[in-house]
């Protein structure tokens, strides 16, 4: 009877390495052997080491400004035309010249507002329109 595990397993290792491995292979047991456990943890150790790639991404690419030309622009605007299914005459139109000419102002390109934010403004801009219409109605 032997009193340590350990003990055990080093007197294995030791004296019957290869009839543990030959029965341990056969019963597809994992050896417990000293340096097999050793080798084992190494290994792990060494699979587990913290690793850079989770913490490296690629860079964002910055939005590449084309500079201005009036063949690009007008390829733009012809685009806007189909996709939005817009008249002809609307690049005629002189709230679409003012929104061009307040654009072409800005110097580090134009934030669009959201649907939500565009939908109150309309809005907004109803109430305040029928607002001023009662007032004119009024004073008549």
């Known amino acids: 009877f032997?009193?340590?595990?350990?003990?055990?397993?080093?007197?294995?290792?030791?004296?019957?390495?290869?009839?543990y491995l030959?029965?341990?292979?056969?019963?597809?047991?994992?050896?417990?052997?000293?340096?097999?456990?050793k080798r084992r943890k190494l290994d792990a150790a060494a699979d587990s080491q913290a690793r850079l790639d989770a913490h490296l991404r690629e860079p964002q690419p910055k939005e590449q400004i084309i500079p201005y030309s009036d063949a690009i622009f007008r390829e733009a605007a012809i685009e806007w035309l189909i996709e939005t299914d817009q008249p002809i005459?609307?690049?005629n139109?002189?709230?679409?010249?003012?929104?061009?000419d307040v654009a072409a102002r800005a110097t580090n390109g134009v934030k669009l507002p959201s649907r939500s934010k565009t939908r109150r403004a309309i809005i907004d801009l109803?109430?305040?329109?029928?607002?001023?219409?009662?007032?004119?109605l009024l004073v008549s």
């Open 22 to 37: 030959t029965w341990a292979k056969a019963e597809k047991f994992v050896s417990m052997l000293p340096k097999d456990t």
């Open 93 to 100: 139109h002189k709230s679409f010249k003012y929104m061009i």
């Open 126 to 136: 109803f109430k305040r329109n029928l607002t001023n219409l009662r007032r004119r």
């Open 2 to 19: 032997v009193n340590e595990v350990t003990t055990m397993r080093r007197h294995m290792d030791a004296s019957h390495r290869n009839e």
């Open 89 to 91: 005459d609307a690049l």
